[in-house]
């Protein structure tokens, strides 16, 4: 059984993983986008429902970029529908849809979570 508390957690600490490694190398290169990631660790961990105002604007702002703690937000965002599902076979094919989207991304962090959602599945 998958436990959503639990998934979320691991899910939200690979994401700030991400944003940690990728602020870092920004701001170690001098670039500007260092700034866009800057105060955005609790914008990034809410779930985008409870997402309000101006926050949810740096965060649409944050998803137009190539930056790859965008991607792993996308990611992260985009599994918040498993919870939605009645059907077990249809939860099934989402999470199967969703761990084959994350083991491509090249995020490392991400592809733990879904290493793991693929082994209790």
């Known amino acids: 059984m998958l436990d959503r508390f639990h998934i979320t957690s691991h899910l939200n600490q690979a994401l700030d993983k991400v944003r940690r490694a990728e602020s870092g190398q920004l701001r170690a290169a001098g670039r500007a986008q260092a700034e866009q990631l800057k105060n955005m660790r609790w914008k990034l961990l809410r779930r985008t429902s409870r ?11 944050l998803l137009r ?10 990611l992260k965002d985009l599994f918040e529908h498993f919870w939605t599902y009645k059907s077990v076979r249809h939860a099934g094919q989402f999470l199967d849809f969703w761990t084959w989207r994350a083991l491509r991304s090249r995020i490392e962090p991400m592809k733990k979570v879904a290493r793991m959602l693929r082994s209790h599945e």
């Open 51 to 61: 997402v309000r105002g101006r926050a949810r604007l740096q965060l649409r702002r």
């Open 65 to 74: 970029t190539k930056l790859v703690t965008a991607r792993a937000w996308a």
